[in-house]
């Protein structure tokens, strides 16, 4: 029977033989001012002697450096025995008698496996880039966390270090349990792009993977949809190269970012990617309360926030220009929560820095990627699909009542039916030229999300046009429309009361057409 580990261990010797030498030296560094005896591997040695830093080989332990072209060097009980060793009195009897060395921390990352298949789809070296020596090191320590401790990414080197310093050289039990549930879902993902990669070297663009692997991403939420909830972010890892890849972001100002947070600027983000002039996109509760192009990035952000200035409050903005000097004026009197932008003049991130509450976030470009996916969840499972990227054709358009649309009016239907999408169901958007004056949307009726619409709009809904995310199934959201001084409306049709709406716009004199697809979003 293995004995209880004590709730500390103290770490006197290490062993590292890492891929990744990022934040390498920093550590070891680290541990060494500690009194920690450092072994470390080939690659991995050589570059803490080049930084100075007191190591020995772990050949010495070995008795090889090499085998086989590199592909045995740690796998060897003189290195297994002392990581897999219980700190038992047996165990440590066993060790004396045996030569062997216990080592209290296992410092380890992989041949990158993901990164060559990325970078070279179908190779055919693809198994030389299988890592079997530094696996066994990670499942060796994670197995034997009752004593080792395990460190599988470098991202973890500054926690852990920080840890050691507060507490004499030692780490807790907790800690060695997490870093070892990580390690273990490292080798996890790994063997899973390994199987894949071997399996099938290329995913055809229209079928989704049998198996997803996701890791934890280091990025710190404050909580979840409410203070009380906790929440992480996760990326995929496996099928590399697959279309949930996270969108890299810097905050540049604010408290860490919560969880409604990324929900508000990934919707905002994709609204903004919509559209090739300087857009802007004013977002709460992930969608859209007011979008505009313009010829400069203040006039589309003046149009956007003078959509809805109710329900902009404390809303998330993003844009698809830098933000200039005279940007932040356009925003004056309109309480921003976060603002995401390709980047910011210095002037403009001086002025933005003096209001207290807003966030700065820094992003890339927003585009229309149509091998991105995007997931949600039910019943404890993951669902995933396609991110809908379809443009609007000028062959979709079918003409079905009331006078023709004018060339101005096409362009207002283009720009209507890109900001509908990233509404949520039941949506109606309401547009003048590139610039939406109400919208309606998260609503049981598609009646209720046409009248808030055009509550919203008020005088502006005059000569507006409508996008509608689905079709009408009754004529009464056309009568709200009508009724409003909506000019044209541009919604999928398909209803079984077709014929009741379309006689409904034509009483109006309402410009209707069909576009024969929905874009709902839930």
Not at 213 to 237: C, D, S
Not at 260 to 289: G, M
Request: glycine share 10%; charged share 25%; with cysteine.
């Amino acid at each position: 029977m293995a004995a209880e580990p004590t709730s500390r261990t103290r770490v006197e010797r290490a062993l590292l033989s890492v891929d990744d030498k990022s934040g390498l030296s920093a550590f070891a560094r680290g541990l060494a001012d500690l009194g920690v005896e450092l072994w470390a591997t080939g690659g991995t040695r050589r570059t803490l002697a080049e930084d100075h830093i007191p190591v020995r080989p772990a050949e010495e332990l070995t008795g090889i450096a090499a085998w086989f072209g590199g592909r045995v060097k740690t796998l060897h009980p003189g290195l297994l025995g002392g990581i897999l060793a219980p700190r038992t009195e047996a165990g440590r009897k066993e060790l004396a008698e045996r030569g062997l060395l216990p080592f209290d921390l296992v410092t380890v990352n992989f041949y990158p496996f993901e990164r060559h298949l990325a970078d070279h789809p179908g190779a055919d070296d693809l198994e030389e880039f299988v890592d079997i020596g530094g696996v066994t090191l990670a499942r060796a320590a994670a197995k034997n966390h009752a004593w080792v401790t395990v460190v599988s990414d470098p991202s973890e080197y500054d926690a852990l270090l920080a840890e050691l310093r507060a507490h004499e050289g030692t780490v807790g039990a907790e800690t060695r349990r997490q870093l070892a549930v990580r390690a273990f879902e490292r080798c996890t993902s790994y063997d899973a792009a390994i199987a894949r990669g071997l399996g099938t070297t290329a995913l055809p663009p229209d079928l989704f993977p049998d198996e997803v692997v996701f890791r934890r991403i280091p990025v710190r939420l404050r909580y979840g949809e409410n203070p009380h909830q906790k929440a992480a972010t996760y990326g995929i890892v496996s099928p590399p190269g697959a279309g949930l890849a996270p969108r890299p972001f810097t905050v540049l100002k604010g408290e860490g970012l919560s969880f409604t947070n990324l929900l508000d600027v990934d919707t905002a983000l994709s609204t903004v990617a919509e559209f090739a002039a300087p857009s802007a996109a004013v977002v709460k509760h992930a969608t859209p309360c007011g979008v505009a192009s313009g010829a400069t990035l203040a006039e589309a952000l003046e149009k956007a926030v003078a959509t809805d200035p109710v329900a902009r409050y404390g809303c998330a903005v993003a844009v698809n220009r830098p933000f200039g000097p005279d940007d932040p004026a356009r925003l004056k009197g309109v309480f921003v929560d976060l603002l995401a932008a390709p980047d910011f003049h210095p002037t403009a991130l001086e002025a933005l820095g003096r209001r207290a509450k807003v966030k700065l976030v820094r992003t890339n470009p927003p585009t229309l990627d149509p091998g991105r996916w995007e997931a949600k969840s039910s019943l404890g499972r993951l669902l995933l699909q396609e991110v809908d990227v379809r443009q609007l054709l000028p062959t979709d358009l079918k003409h079905v009542t009331g006078p023709e649309a004018t060339a101005e009016q096409l362009r207002t239907f283009d720009f209507a039916w890109r900001v509908v999408r990233h509404a949520k169901s039941n949506a109606i958007v309401l547009a003048q030229g590139s610039s939406t004056v109400g919208i309606g949307s998260g609503q049981p009726t598609r009646v209720k999300a046409a009248e808030l619409a055009c509550e919203v709009a008020g005088d502006r809904a005059k000569g507006s046009v409508l996008a509608s995310d689905a079709f009408f199934p009754f004529s009464d959201g056309v009568e709200v429309a009508g009724r409003a001084g909506v000019a044209a409306i541009l919604q999928p049709g398909g209803s079984l009361r077709d014929p009741e709406v379309v006689a409904t716009a034509e009483r109006y004199g309402i410009s209707m057409y069909f576009t024969g697809w929905r874009v709902f979003r839930h």
